[in-house]
């Protein structure tokens, strides 16, 4: 059994018995998740790739955001370019309302520069807004056909949303360049809203800048550490935010630290990343709080990640012991 079969079978597995509550994914871009920040990351390498995780972020309390989210990419020969598959699920706690998210990326298209090579990339998400599931049972159960019904009305299937993306990566041995742009359509369902219906989503882009440093001693290059400093700027109509990182990967764990900054709500957050690795498997942690006396609220965010990265095999079925040729 290949290797890519077997990440998609771990996929759906975990998919399958996981549930997790959301916010408004606006708010939340997460740190383990590569693809989504830039789908042009898909299959990049050849490699095959599984990220899932749990994103949490406080604001006060009345805004609390918190998204599961997973995701497979992987290299396909046929189709020459990396293809990937995403999932998040989540709850709108202030409307009462729950949203699914299915979404699939291809990213192809080289163009080869003087030192690396330009990636372009398409894609799409498709996400469902229902009612509340408990409230939408309670109603059913508790409530008379002439009660008012819970928010954000009596329809439980409420409003769909389409978000096409285009991005492109530049990228060589030492530093990877990236932009992603996506207009959603959204396109109501219900029309019993017992509130005012919310406007149209706007677009939105996303830059991602990230460099890898490796130690060199005496005009050698030694690699018990990377350092890999990364850059993630995210600009949206309702939400603009700014995420400064760098990272020490050793063989087998990872820390470094960041500053986020979320101008929107002026909470400007430090904080660390930690994190575990065995054979393909790493496990990260990322939490941070508001900086006081510079942030309007306290402020807290914190991300547990899976990350698996499969590199393609090398070896031959002929021949297993022969290098592989370029």
Not at 48 to 57: A, D, E, V
């Amino acid at each position: 059994m290949r290797i890519a079969p077997k990440i998609l079978l771990c996929f759906i597995l975990l998919f399958s018995g996981l549930y997790s509550g959301a916010q408004s994914e606006t708010y939340l871009l997460p740190f383990g998740n590569r693809v989504e920040i830039n789908p042009s990351l898909a299959g990049l390498n050849k490699n095959n790739s599984y990220h899932t995780g749990n994103q949490y972020y406080f604001v006060n309390s009345e805004q609390t955001y918190n998204r599961f989210y997973a995701s497979w990419d992987s290299w396909s020969d046929k189709l020459k370019g990396g293809v990937a598959l995403n999932f998040s699920q989540g709850m709108i706690s202030e409307r009462n309302i729950n949203t699914t998210s299915f979404g699939f990326s291809y990213s192809g298209f080289p163009i080869k520069t003087n030192n690396g090579k330009i990636l372009f990339s398409v894609g799409t998400n498709i996400v469902a807004a229902t009612k509340q599931w408990t409230v939408a049972f309670l109603d059913q159960v508790i409530t008379d056909e002439n009660d008012v019904s819970s928010l954000p009305g009596k329809t439980f299937l409420r409003y769909s949303i389409l978000k096409p993306q285009i991005g492109f990566l530049w990228t060589n041995n030492n530093m990877q360049l990236g932009l992603t742009a996506a207009m959603p359509y959204r396109v109501e369902i219900a029309t019993d809203a017992i509130e005012p219906q919310e406007s149209a989503t706007p677009a939105s882009l996303t830059l991602y800048i990230s460099k890898k440093i490796d130690q060199r001693i005496r005009d050698l290059y030694s690699r018990p550490f990377r350092l890999s400093p990364e850059l993630v700027v995210f600009y949206h109509e309702e939400y603009v935010f700014s995420r400064l990182q760098l990272l020490s990967e050793h063989t087998d764990k990872t820390w470094g630290f960041f500053v986020q900054n979320d101008y929107t709500n002026n909470i400007h957050t430090l904080g660390g990343t930690i994190g575990y690795q065995h054979n393909f498997m790493r496990f990260n942690l990322n939490a941070g709080m508001g900086i006081p006396g510079i942030s309007d609220h306290p402020g807290f965010l914190c991300e547990l990640s899976l990350n698996i990265v499969v590199p393609p095999t090398n070896n031959s079925k002929n021949n297993p012991w022969a290098p592989r040729k370029n």
